[in-house]
Structure formats: C-alpha cells, structure tokens
C-alpha cells in the first residue's frame, strides 16, 4: 500500500544554503500539489503540477522557490537561499484526475529547519 | 484573510464527551474535505462532502456540509482519548484545485 512518499523527513539547512525536497506520488497519479504548514497556521497551498508541467504556481514565492514534476522521477520542490523564514513543514498531495471529484492524499511531509 | 474560519482552535475535553467544531465561510465550495493530522505526519482524509446538505457517519463522526455549501461541522459523539489530534477542514473552490485550509482545531481527550 504504498501510499505517497517524501523525503527526506527532516532536512536542516544553513541560511544561504539550497533545500531540495521530494516527492513522489501515489501510483497511478499524475498530479501533485505542494502546501507549506508554518506553526500555528494552516496549511497554504504553494503549486500544483501535472506531468513536465506547472498548472498554478499562485501560492508560491517568485523568488527563490521553484518546482518540477518530470516524466520520469519525483516531483522536486526547490528552494535556493534559504532563510530562517523558509523553515516548516513540506507537505505534498498527489491525485489520479482533475475530471470530476478527486481525493488528494497527503505524505508525511518534510520538516524543514534553517539554522 | 482566512478564507476558512474553523473554530475553536483549541478544544480539551474528558472521554465520553460529545463535541462539534465548525468550519464556516463566505465562499461556495464545489466541496469540503476534513483531514486529521498526528503530530509528524501528514493529514490524513476522512471524509468529503460535495453535496449541500449532504451528512455523511464515520463510526462516532458525524459530518454536515451546508445546504449553501459554505460551511461545515463535524460531530464526534462519545469522544475516546484515541480521537486527539488536529482536525482541518479544507474547500475546493472547484474540482482538481487546490485546496484551501483552515487553521485547524486541536482536539485533546483525557480519559
């Protein structure tokens, strides 16, 4: 039953530093949204990717964050010098279709800690 | 501006209890998730509701999605220790987008 994977599950970086994190979906999915959950807040949504392509991007910052879904591979979310302020927890959501009703379901998510 | 106000943020109760939190807004949603989430993980679904007026029963859970599709509650009768957790609505504006969370209610049950 594997269900949707991140990793890693704990990341700490120095300010300046670049985060990398992954995920990969549950199989069979093809399309992927990425949220940000800061401590006593909900979780925002940042980007949603289908396969090799960006479909909404508004949730996240236009400097520093980028994201991909290649053909082949997990869906990356990047984050290049980093700040104390990028430190959360990752969570990314992956889902068969965008035609009608589609559960996403979530990874556990990667805590991210900038020193 | 919190487009999904859930209240109360904090709810402490004893085992046995019933309790309802509530999830409202000024937007029409195409539907309503509710999610719980343990400490280190990831939400984890457990019910939606498309239709206003919808109710839908998981066990001790009972979910209420308005007839205008604006708002939402979740009732959990005879609360266990075991039911502790965060528990986040979130609303689809329309199908396959992203979803927009409220803050979350955080439910602690002493037995």
């Known amino acids: 039953n594997a269900g949707v994977m991140q990793n890693p599950r704990h990341l700490v970086r120095r300010r300046g530093q670049e985060a990398r994190l992954r995920c990969s979906p549950m199989?069979?999915?093809?399309?992927v949204y990425w949220y940000r959950q800061l401590p006593e807040e909900g979780l925002k949504f940042m980007v949603y990717l289908q396969k090799e392509n960006i479909i909404d991007e508004s949730g996240m910052p236009k400097e520093r964050f980028s994201a991909e879904f290649p053909k082949e591979g997990p869906s990356i979310l990047r984050i290049q010098q980093v700040v104390r302020g990028d430190s959360a927890a990752y969570f990314c959501?992956?889902?068969?279709?965008?035609?009608?009703?589609?559960?996403?379901?979530f990874g556990p998510g990667t805590r991210l800690l900038v020193l | 501006t919190q487009l999904l106000e859930q209240s109360p943020q904090f709810l402490s109760i004893q085992e046995g209890e019933n309790l309802t939190v509530y999830c409202n807004s000024s937007?029409?949603?195409?539907?309503l998730q509710w999610y719980r989430q343990e400490p280190g993980e990831g939400p984890v679904l457990l019910v939606t509701v498309v239709t206003g007026g919808e109710v839908k029963k998981l066990k001790r859970l009972t979910f209420q999605f308005g007839d205008a599709r604006k708002d939402s509650s979740l009732h959990i009768t005879a609360a266990q220790p075991g039911d502790t957790g965060l528990y986040l609505c979130a609303g689809e504006k329309q199908a396959g987008t992203a979803l927009i969370f409220g803050k979350g209610t955080t439910l602690s049950v002493s037995s």
């Open positions: 959501a992956s889902s068969r279709q965008t035609s009608g009703q589609e559960t996403q379901y």
């Open positions: 937007s029409v949603f195409s539907s």
């Open positions: 199989k069979g999915h093809s399309h």
